[in-house]
Structure formats: C-alpha cells, structure tokens
C-alpha cells in the first residue's frame, strides 16, 4: 500500500493504535458472544467487559454512575436521541453557529415542523462563543442549550464551563456535543456544570466506527423514542425506563465496546495530555510554517490555547476541492474539503459554497507528516497565484 499522510483526523482517528485492533481481534475471536444475555461463562465476561467500558467512559467525563453512560452508534445516534428525548412542543432551543449536522438538522427537523423555537449564537472573529450571547438568547421556554465542545471546521474549544454556570442557574438542560474533544481535552461534568455528553467512539477516544454514546448526570431525563430488547425482564411489554436500557436497543456493539476499552487503556499508558500537547506542538509547528506563505488565508484564531489541533485554509486562486485533489494526487496528504458538515459555520466565515481545506492533526501523525504538507501548500500556493 502506498503511505500516505494522513492529515484527516478530525474526520476519524487513522490509524489506530495496535494495540487496539489487537485487542477488538482477540476479544471478538474468544468472546465474541452477546453480552449479557445469559448466564454461561463467556456471555458473563463478556458482559463485564461492557460494564467495564461503561465505568472507564463515566470516569472519564466525572460522571457518579457507569449505568448513565449508555452505548449509541455514533455522535450522531446521540444527539438524535438527546434532541428528540428532550424537546417537546413549545420549547425553545439554544445552539450555535459552529454546530455539525448532527445537531443542526435534527433541531432544524423539529422547527420546521412548527415543533420547537431556535436560537443560533454565533461566534467571534477568533472562533468562539460568547456565553453572554446565550444569556441574552435564554427565554421562558428554553429548555436545552446544546453546543459543540470544539469547532470541526477551525478546532476553538468553547468555553463550555461558563456556558453550564448560565444554564444551571436558569433550570436549563446543558447538553455538549463532544465528537472533536471526547477522549482528548477534559470534559467533567461536575466542574462544567454539563448535564449531558454526546460522544462518538472513532476520533480522539481511539475506537472503531460504529459506536458512540451519551453522558447523562442524575436527576436529568431523556424520554425514550424507541423501544426493543434489552435481555433483561423480558415479559415487561414497554421498554425498560431505566438507564442505560432506556436508551440502548438490540445488542450492543461488543466489537465497538472492546475498542472503546482497549483505546481507554492506549489513553491511559500514554496519557490524554501528552497526546494533546504532542498534537498542538505539531499543529505550532504547521502554523509556523505555513506563516511564512504568501497567498493563503487560514480561518479562526492562531492561538493554541483552548483549541484542537484543527486548523482551516484555502490557497488564493484555488477553490477547497481541488486543493483537497492536488494533495492528494501529488503531495499524498489526505485531507477533508467542503463544509464539513458544518454549513453556518462556512456562511459565517463566507466561505459558503466552496468551503475551505481542512488539516486535522491526530495522535500518530509526525514532525515529517508536518512538513511534507508545508512543503505541498508551498509548492502550491505561490505557483498559482502568479499565474492570475
Ligand atoms: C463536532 C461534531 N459533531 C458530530 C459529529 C458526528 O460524528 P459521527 O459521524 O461519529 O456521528 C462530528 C463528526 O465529524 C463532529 O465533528
């Protein structure tokens, strides 16, 4: 196989730590039965490793109770579920400009049903919100703020413990749409005031597509919107209200658990905070780099302070997709172009409809992987733009 540099690991993590595929073979191969649904030997440890998970990822967001942490497919699956299981006719929602599609459009569903209200915050020229914007947006009937931790497009790590002060004082639900930092940056319920965590396995927290799950704290409901097997009190004809079955249907992902697990494990040997500062002394290294190039114009702050390793830009005279084609097809440098799933974003930053070139940096990439995409943008950038 040819090697690529791989430079898209806001999209997903790639790849994983071996130590991960390892251990998803060995668990699936030996294992590999439905958890929790009877009582022989193997569905038994099977079933701890599930629970297991459930106690790494509570402890991981400060959460009291590993039962409130409940297995979905992706951060996508969550938020569904959070903004159907929340919202109900009449109320009022709060989110931003920087929201993915996965919250977007699920609330954009519900408004435009006449359902529900929404209010969209927008941010700064930095790239972040002001939480005194949703102070000001807050109404009788808002029952849900949700934001994303950090933005996909430009990396800016909101300041969500300010945004959990302002809705805990008024009653309101705080839900964080944690895709980009779960796994990465700190989330603690407690300290930020959140009620609920929206995460997705495949990116920071080192797991395989195909899982994902939600954080909610006690004392905080999200009502059922679909019903089915749980393996537990089977005769009961409605679904279980109790966490986490209230809001798992079917067999959980075992492959997916055993990954979550084994990634909480890689996180650990590592530790979450070298893997950050690694990632942002690389995403220094590319800024420094790309500072000293003509004719590109990159989105959000500099700063690397309360960020992710994300960083956006579109080269003069090029449009986003076919500096996405170029380095892929001369540099080898795969990354994402377009909106990215984020469209008022792009409107706020005016790159609507083309979008911009996105580099995200991830755990494995290196001090070479850096400077072959500054070479590329380099090669590029000037070229072009002289011949205008
Ligand atoms: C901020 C944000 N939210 C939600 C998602 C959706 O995650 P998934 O595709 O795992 O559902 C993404 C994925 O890129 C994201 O970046």
Do not use: W
Request: include cysteine.
């Amino acid at each position: 196989m040819e090697k690529i540099v791989y430079l898209d690991n806001t999209a997903t993590v790639y790849p994983k730590p071996k130590e991960v595929i390892d251990f998803m073979c060995q668990f699936y191969r030996e294992k590999g039965v439905n958890p929790g649904r009877s009582g022989y030997d193997l569905c038994v440890e099977a079933g701890e490793l599930v629970f297991e998970t459930r106690e790494m990822l509570t402890k991981l967001f400060n959460g009291a109770d590993p039962n409130r942490l409940v297995f979905t497919y992706n951060a996508s699956d969550s938020l569904n579920i959070i903004i159907n299981g929340i919202l109900e006719p009449g109320d009022h929602v709060i989110t931003s400009n920087l929201e993915h599609n996965s919250v977007l459009r699920p609330i954009h569903h519900l408004y435009s049903e006449g359902i529900v209200e929404v209010d969209y915050v927008p941010f700064d020229n930095e790239g972040y919100i002001d939480p005194d914007d949703i102070r000001k947006k807050m109404k009788k009937n808002t029952k849900l703020v949700i934001i994303s931790h950090a933005s996909n497009v430009i990396g800016t790590v909101q300041p969500v413990g300010e945004i959990g002060k302002i809705c805990r004082e008024r009653s309101v639900i705080f839900a964080i749409d944690a895709a980009q930092t779960a796994g990465i940056i700190p989330i603690d319920i407690e300290a930020m005031n959140i009620d609920i965590v929206a995460f997705t396995g495949h990116k920071s927290l080192l797991g395989p597509t195909g899982i994902g799950g939600i954080y909610v704290r006690d004392g905080v409901e999200i009502a059922q919107t679909r019903a089915g097997g749980t393996g537990v009190r089977s005769a009961y004809p409605f679904h279980l209200p109790e966490y986490p079955y209230r809001l798992e249907v079917g067999t959980v992902n075992l492959l997916g658990v055993a990954g979550l697990n084994a990634g909480q494990k890689y996180i650990a040997k590592r530790g979450l905070n070298n893997i950050h500062k690694e990632e942002m002394r690389l995403l220094d290294l590319f800024q420094q780099g790309l500072s000293e190039i003509d004719h590109i114009t990159t989105y959000g702050t500099k700063s690397l302070q309360n960020r992710m390793p994300v960083l956006s830009l579109n080269i003069e005279g090029y449009k986003a997709f076919d500096t996405g084609i170029l380095l892929d097809g001369d540099y080898d440098i795969a990354v994402r172009t377009g909106l990215h799933c984020a469209p008022k974003a792009h409107e706020q930053l005016g790159t609507v409809p083309e979008g911009s070139v996105r580099f995200g940096i991830g755990p494995m990439n290196t001090e070479y992987d850096i400077l072959h995409a500054i070479e590329a943008v380099k090669e590029l950038a000037p070229t072009r733009a002289t011949c205008k």
